[in-house]
């Protein structure tokens, strides 16, 4: 198959990797300059434990790119989605389509630009980090889920699941893409929480004094779900009805340990939330990601305020009022009703 994909960072720069190594002809398109050059000049390498290879492919700026594509791959930051996908959609054949590998519920901002036909859902929680231009850690495996926005089963799905599986074996084709979508914004607050702080992701979610505080975070999103008539979907440890409102709390338990030996397994210790204040210094997907929930159970008349808290204080951090560390962390604790 031949592939755009549009941002080669961390989760972009691996799936295009291993396609391309895998026979596909796959074209990158990132806004950094360094890492194009380095894209051209010696291709895109990926170390970590679980591969370790380069692979060569021509990689543009944004205003470099000519020609059309009808298997677009949307890899940039929630924030960017719709300047992106304003920009790549004179590159979209008329009977292409653009795939979110993003996280959040940017399907929803894709198909306002470029319509439901030409949108394809996705969903991917494997552990990869931008290192430096030209390098990417792809740190550990986790699921890759494909699936169309209205739950049909089509043939471009089959073939384009059958090409992801040339870079996750165990890719999904799924019917219910938003269930898996909207169970990732609630392991997503999650994540966001554990970023408030320097903990990794499973030294955080395996700290007693703040499970109850991660329930509840789920809760919330679940209950949007929920009334919106969403079936959430689990992964990687992650168990939607364990989050459920008359969920016990030893099931809550449970899942949350099975999501603490997840992230032991993987060489990325911390999120990429955690790494984009900490590291890269930079806003986060705060706003993109979490926001939407916060308007879509007010149409439904779900509150949100553990996630509406857990947004200012990832303003704070951001904006360098508070630090990460646990103190800040018992700030969104304190808004436990």
Same mark, same amino acid.
């Given at each position: 198959?031949?592939?755009?994909?549009?941002?080669?960072?961390?989760?972009?720069?691996?799936?295009?990797?291993?396609?391309?190594?895998?026979?596909?002809?796959?074209?990158?398109?990132?806004?950094?300059?360094?890492?194009?050059?380095?894209?051209?000049?010696?291709?895109?390498?990926?170390?970590?434990?679980? %591969?370790?290879?380069?692979?060569?492919?021509? *990689?543009?700026?944004?205003?470099?790119?000519?020609?059309?594509? $009808?298997?677009?791959?949307?890899?940039?930051?929630?924030?960017?989605?719709?300047?992106?996908?304003?920009?790549?959609?004179?590159?979209?054949?008329?009977?292409?389509?653009?795939? +979110?590998?993003? !996280?959040?519920?940017? $399907?929803?901002?894709?198909?306002?630009?470029?319509?439901?036909?030409?949108?394809?859902?996705?969903?991917? !929680?494997?552990?990869?980090?931008?290192?430096?231009?030209?390098? @990417?850690?792809?740190?550990?495996?986790?699921?890759?889920?494909?699936?169309?926005?209205?739950?049909?089963?089509?043939?471009?799905?089959?073939?384009?699941?059958?090409?992801?599986?040339?870079?996750?074996?165990?890719?999904?084709?799924?019917? !219910? @893409?938003?269930?898996?979508?909207?169970?990732?914004?609630?392991?997503?607050?999650?994540?966001? %929480?554990?970023?408030?702080?320097?903990?990794? @992701?499973?030294?955080?979610? %395996?700290?007693?004094?703040?499970?109850?505080?991660?329930?509840?975070?789920?809760?919330?999103?679940?209950?949007?779900?929920?009334?919106?008539?969403?079936?959430?979907?689990?992964?990687?440890?992650?168990?939607? +009805? %364990?989050?459920?409102?008359?969920?016990?709390? *030893?099931?809550?338990?449970?899942?949350?340990?099975?999501?603490?030996?997840?992230?032991?397994? +993987?060489?990325?210790?911390?999120?990429?939330?955690?790494?984009?204040?900490?590291?890269?210094?930079?806003?986060?997907?705060?706003?993109?990601?979490?926001?939407?929930?916060?308007?879509?159970?007010?149409?439904?008349?779900?509150?949100?305020?553990?996630?509406?808290?857990?947004?200012?204080?990832?303003?704070?951090?951001?904006?360098?009022?508070?630090?990460?560390?646990?103190?800040?962390?018992?700030?969104?604790?304190?808004?436990?009703?």
């Amino acid at each position: 198959m031949r592939f755009l994909v549009w941002g080669a960072g961390a989760i972009g720069g691996t799936i295009g990797a291993h396609l391309a190594r895998a026979g596909h002809d796959v074209t990158f398109v990132d806004r950094v300059g360094e890492h194009v050059a380095a894209i051209n000049s010696s291709g895109l390498r990926i170390t970590g434990p679980i %591969a370790e290879f380069a692979t060569r492919m021509p *990689a543009f700026s944004p205003d470099e790119l000519d020609g059309t594509f $009808e298997h677009v791959v949307l890899a940039v930051k929630a924030q960017d989605t719709d300047a992106a996908t304003r920009s790549l959609a004179p590159h979209l054949a008329g009977d292409g389509y653009v795939v +979110s590998a993003q !996280n959040g519920l940017n $399907e929803l901002v894709i198909k306002s630009v470029v319509g439901d036909e030409r949108t394809m859902g996705c969903f991917v !929680n494997f552990g990869a980090d931008y290192l430096e231009p030209g390098v @990417i850690q792809y740190a550990g495996r986790g699921a890759v889920v494909v699936g169309e926005i209205d739950g049909r089963v089509t043939p471009r799905l089959v073939e384009l699941h059958r090409a992801l599986r040339d870079f996750e074996e165990r890719a999904i084709l799924t019917t !219910n @893409i938003w269930g898996y979508l909207w169970g990732k914004l609630a392991y997503g607050a999650q994540l966001f %929480a554990t970023a408030l702080t320097n903990d990794s @992701i499973a030294d955080a979610l %395996a700290a007693p004094a703040y499970r109850g505080l991660y329930v509840e975070l789920a809760r919330e999103v679940m209950r949007v779900a929920r009334a919106r008539g969403i079936t959430p979907e689990g992964f990687d440890g992650f168990d939607p +009805s %364990a989050f459920a409102p008359e969920a016990d709390a *030893a099931r809550s338990e449970r899942s949350l340990d099975e999501m603490v030996a997840f992230n032991r397994r +993987s060489a990325k210790t911390h999120s990429g939330v955690w790494r984009d204040i900490a590291v890269r210094k930079r806003r986060t997907e705060a706003d993109a990601q979490l926001g939407p929930i916060i308007g879509l159970g007010a149409e439904v008349g779900v509150p949100t305020p553990l996630v509406a808290r857990l947004i200012e204080l990832m303003h704070d951090v951001e904006e360098g009022r508070r630090p990460q560390s646990r103190e800040t962390l018992d700030l969104l604790k304190g808004a436990l009703v």
